[in-house]
């Protein structure tokens, strides 16, 4: 899996921006990513899923993009508001029993 | 979704005692729990995999003896940190996985913040 980082890449955006949050993940066998949303103090939020054999899935104001051949993942949110402020992790499904690797998580600013 | 309880959401003890912190899945059965540790900025990392009815799975670096499962039941698995000390201070996360047809889909608690002085 991927190393975890002492400090978390920030995202600063203006509210009503649309966000880019990207992540790599590091299984090429896996074959279900989620997105969670996590606010300070919280457990994370699920946002968001997509399955390896699709490339591209919408939800409200959300789209998760999968690139497999270079394992790759973004989740884009339109029109960003300052509620959307929290850090996001992607993660990747590695086992049938559902655990869950997940990524290095980015802290995403919105400025009202 | 389904609701994933966790209790309790904070809690401080003295090093050298133990807390047990619970995790509940409220409107459905888990045979699997998942306990997650998390330090301030940093990922979640998975500790150990808790299935109903058998020993925990522990990761690799995690010390079973220090950090306790157990999962009695369908709904409830409970993490004791034995003998705690400041280092133990972090964020515990538990998660339910409930089977959604080829797939399986977690479902997070709310944490635990454990504070060790």
């Known amino acids: 899996g991927e190393s975890v980082g002492l400090h978390l890449p920030t995202l600063s955006v203006q509210e009503g921006d649309n966000s880019i949050i990207n992540c790599a993940y590091s299984n090429s066998a896996s074959d279900y990513f989620i997105w969670y949303k996590q606010e300070s103090g919280k457990g994370p939020q699920f946002i968001i899923d997509?399955?390896?054999?699709?490339d591209k899935r919408q939800g409200q104001r959300v789209t998760v993009l999968l690139n497999k051949t270079v394992k790759h993942l973004s989740l884009q949110i339109a029109a960003t508001q300052p509620g959307d402020s929290a850090v996001y992790f992607c993660?990747?499904?590695?086992?049938?029993?559902?655990?869950?690797?997940f990524g290095k998580g980015t802290k995403l600013s919105v400025k009202p | 979704g389904a609701v994933v309880s966790q209790h309790p959401s904070w809690v401080i003890c003295k090093s050298g005692t133990s807390v047990k912190i619970e995790c509940r899945s409220l409107d459905f059965q888990a045979t699997t729990m998942f306990w997650y540790r998390q330090f301030p900025k940093q990922s979640l990392m998975l500790m150990a995999t808790s299935n109903e009815g058998s020993k925990a799975t522990y990761e690799q670096g995690v010390e079973k003896d220090k950090f306790l499962i157990n999962h009695a039941s369908l709904t409830l698995s409970t993490l004791t940190v034995t003998s705690a000390h400041p280092e133990d201070s972090s964020f515990y996360i538990c998660?339910?996985?409930?089977?959604?047809?080829?797939?399986?889909?977690?479902?997070f608690g709310q944490g635990t913040r454990l504070t060790v002085v």
């Open positions: 997509i399955r390896s054999n699709m």
């Open positions: 993660a990747e499904n590695t086992g049938s029993q559902g655990n869950l690797i």
């Open positions: 998660s339910a996985s409930q089977p959604r047809g080829r797939y399986t889909e977690a479902f």
